[in-house]
């Protein structure tokens, strides 16, 4: 049986100065639940995708949503919607819960 449990998430997420390295919690077809790590002045560039969540346990930022920028600190969740674009800049060591379905 795969994980289901996590009682320290965020010791899960792994740093790169090469960027994110998302870590999948759970990777299946229809769905994928992942924790990432973004060290300080890192970023992902802004991109299309399928409807998602994200959740942070950790730092501070800004996450762009299409036109609008968000501050990102610890206990933030940004719901993004289909084919919106979105993107980040950690100010700080960041870490958050992503998760999407898929088609």
Do not use: C
Not at 25 to 49: M, S
Not at 71 to 84: E, F, L, N, Q
């Amino acid at each position: 049986m795969p994980d289901i449990y996590f009682t320290d998430t965020k010791s899960k997420a792994v740093f790169s100065t090469e960027g994110p390295k998302p870590q999948f919690l759970i990777n299946t077809p229809q769905f994928k639940a992942l924790v990432v790590g973004l060290e300080a002045g890192g970023q992902i560039p802004v991109h299309p995708g399928e409807a998602a969540m994200y959740h942070f346990l950790e730092g501070e930022g800004l996450m762009t949503v299409d036109d609008e920028a968000f501050a990102i600190k610890p206990g933030v969740t940004v719901v993004v919607p289909s084919g919106a674009k979105r993107g980040m800049n950690a100010k700080t060591r960041v870490v958050f819960l992503g998760s999407k379905g898929e088609k």
